[in-house]
T-cell receptor, first 112, second 113 residues
Framework: KAGVTQTPRYLIKTRGQQVTLSCSPI?????VSWYQQTPGQGLQFLFE???????NKGNFPGRFSGRQFSNSRSEMNVSTLELGDSALYLC???????????FGPGTRLTVT | GQQLNQSPQSMFIQEGEDVSMNCTSS?????WLWYKQDPGEGPVLLIA?????ELTSNGRLTAQFGITRKDSFLNISASIPSDVGIYFC?????????????FGEGTQLTVNP
């Protein structure tokens, strides 16, 4: 069974631009969570989706948003990028809401 | 955001040695997980613990869910070079934070052959 896939793997954007990251969960998994990883703050929870509904949201500004499609694939969007948004963005999928979360390889976003 | 206190921050050991690391929290959790992350990759799930006092093994790895529900331990026996990486603990508490994982700061493990 294929693991969690994330595209693109690397991205370079300029301040003020917006970006969309994509995540395809493990087949059969219906829950998708997003995390931001930075050297200073570590791994921080962004949001979680289940059955196309956002169930949980972390403490991030409204510039960070996401959605989930009927096939469980998920996207996250960051608008008006800031230098501090440079990070590894990780997607994790689980079969159900309370099941173990399996991570993808991440998207490395660099904002210049 | 809230993070778990994970220690040590880094470890330098010789191949064949045993390793121990732990996480503590001021809050209780009802699930503890341990992940390993290699450079440029996402965290890989090693062990999941669901019950206070539970002791679970996965090959050379053994993890325990602390009886107070505020801590967890990971032991690696007879370390090998491929054990190199960053190890993270993560806690989950459905009632207070839903399914979100709260992560420790990580333990960077270096194994000298």
């Amino acid at each position: 069974k294929a693991g969690v896939t994330q595209t693109p793997r690397y991205l370079i954007k300029t301040r003020g631009q917006q970006v969309t990251l994509s995540c395809s969960p493990i087949s059969g998994h219906r829950s998708v969570s997003w995390y931001q990883q930075t050297p200073g703050q570590g791994l921080q929870f962004l949001f979680e989706y289940f059955s196309e509904t956002q169930r949980n949201k972390g403490n991030f500004p409204g510039r960070f948003s996401g959605r989930q499609f009927s096939n469980s694939r998920s996207e996250m969007n960051v608008s008006t990028l800031e230098l501090g948004d440079s990070a590894l963005y990780l997607c994790a999928s689980s079969q159900g809401i309370w099941d173990e979360q399996y991570f993808g390889p991440g998207t490395r976003l660099t904002v210049t | 955001g809230q993070q778990l206190n994970q220690s040590p921050q880094s470890m330098f050991i010789q191949e064949g040695e045993d390793v121990s690391m732990n996480c503590t929290s001021s809050s209780i959790f009802n699930t503890w997980l341990w992940y390993k992350q290699d450079p440029g990759e996402g965290p890989v799930l090693l062990i999941a613990l669901y019950k206070a006092g539970e002791l679970t093994s996965n090959g050379r790895l053994t993890a325990q869910f602390g009886i107070t529900r505020k801590d967890s331990f990971l032991n690696i026996s007879a370390s090998i070079p491929s054990d190199v990486g960053i190890y993270f603990c993560a806690g989950q508490h459905e009632e207070t934070s839903g399914s979100r994982l709260t992560f420790g700061e990580g333990t960077q493990l270096t194994v000298n052959p």
